[in-house]
């Protein structure tokens, strides 16, 4: 079973994403922030992670710059999902390894189809 890892400070955000992922059948962790996540991660391995941009402690762009220099996180896809169209914000997260920007709200199959491209490595 994949494992996806959902980071973001808003618990119905979480929720939201988890139940659009549900028949799926992922096995899904939770995290409020990057600094959660990173804890998280030390032990989960993920095969993908969905985060958010703002959030307190670490912020999705921090989080991902972290990610990517860890060896055994340095290829796990990653889908930034945000409500910020700002499109330096959006560079900064590509040029830190994000591979997806996605708007909030996202559309729930355009989600499933993604999710499931990325991890097949599409
Ligand atoms: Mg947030």
């Known amino acids: 079973m994949k494992k996806i890892l959902i980071v973001d ?3 119905t955000i979480r929720k939201l994403i988890r139940y659009i992922l ?3 059948e992922y096995r899904i962790t939770e995290a409020k922030d990057g600094m959660d996540a990173m ?3 030390a032990s989960l391995e993920a095969d993908l992670i969905i985060v ?4 307190p402690n670490m912020d999705g762009i921090q989080f991902v710059k ?5 060896y055994y996180y340095m290829d796990t896809p990653v889908i930034m999902l945000t409500t910020t169209k700002d499109a330096e914000l ?8 994000v591979n997806l920007f996605l708007n ?8 499933i189809y993604k999710v ?7």
Not at 66 to 70: A, F, K, M, V, Y
Not at 104 to 111: M, R
Not at 116 to 122: A, D, V, Y
């Open 9 to 11: 400070d808003s618990s």
């Open 22 to 24: 549900k028949k799926q």
């Open 39 to 41: 804890e998280k991660l």
């Open 52 to 55: 958010d941009l703002n959030m």
């Open 66 to 70: 972290n990610l990517r220099s860890n």
């Open 90 to 97: 959006k560079r900064d997260a590509l040029l830190a390894g």
């Open 104 to 111: 909030k709200p996202v559309q729930p199959n355009f989600l």
């Open 116 to 122: 499931e491209g990325l991890l097949k490595g599409e």
